[in-house]
């Protein structure tokens, strides 16, 4: 096993074992249910997604005061390390993924594809907490991918809103007629795990060891 393979893999079992504190897959709020017909797509849209992620490579001093393109540019600049946040079947696409509608340019801030759920999953990233008109926009640019980015043999486009903060019931209701495939999920950026999870991950010298 060379340099870059076991790097690769000692950062790929420090997110697995992230991925147990943060975020179990299958909690975030959707509408999947009414918007996935096919139970077995339904099912591994569930298992794709986290409730939270911790991105830890996002290094800023405070969230809220920041603009989304920063955390956009932090995150493109450390596109391995969110992928691996995501999970081994994404593959990103793109940042500022340019559409044009009707002879008007708009622009989704992350595009990934999925090979397990074959569909285009489009990431809304937003600094503060869910506002309901999120959902309309995220509505509009997956009608748009499913009209002219999409390949005839993939499932429809998938959309995940990535804020800071969320209230269920606001989320219950944005998404109550909405008919494209959605979610909400929060993340973090604090480089330090909190104070309970101290200790449960091993140091990085204890990592390289375990390769």
């Not at 809220?64 to 593959?91: P, W, Y």
């Not at 002219?148 to 989320?171: M, Q």
């Amino acid at each position: 096993m060379n340099c870059a393979t076991g790097f690769w893999n000692g950062d790929k079992l420090k997110y697995y074992m992230k991925d147990d504190l943060f975020g179990k897959r299958g909690n975030m709020p959707n509408n999947f249910a009414t918007t996935i017909e096919n139970v077995d797509l339904r099912s591994k849209a569930l298992r794709s997604f986290k409730d939270e992620y911790l991105l830890d490579f996002v290094n800023i001093e405070d969230p809220d005061e920041t603009d989304e393109r920063v955390i956009e540019q932090q995150i493109v600049h450390n596109i391995k390390n969110f992928i691996m946040a995501l999970g081994s079947d994404f593959s990103f696409m793109g940042n500022q993924y340019r559409l044009v509608v009707s002879e008007k340019e708009y622009f989704i801030d992350l595009l990934f594809f999925n090979r397990r759920l074959q569909a285009l999953i489009a990431i809304e990233l937003k600094r503060g907490e869910f506002k309901p008109e999120y959902a309309g926009k995220l509505n509009f640019y997956l009608s748009a991918l499913d009209e002219y980015v999409k390949l005839p043999h993939e499932n429809p486009s998938i959309g995940i809103i990535l804020c800071k903060d969320r209230d269920s019931k606001t989320v219950e209701f944005a998404f109550r007629d909405i008919n494209k495939p959605m979610g909400v999920a929060t993340y973090r950026t604090s480089s330090e795990l909190p104070k309970e999870y101290q200790g449960i991950l091993p140091e990085p010298e204890e990592l390289r060891k375990l390769m």
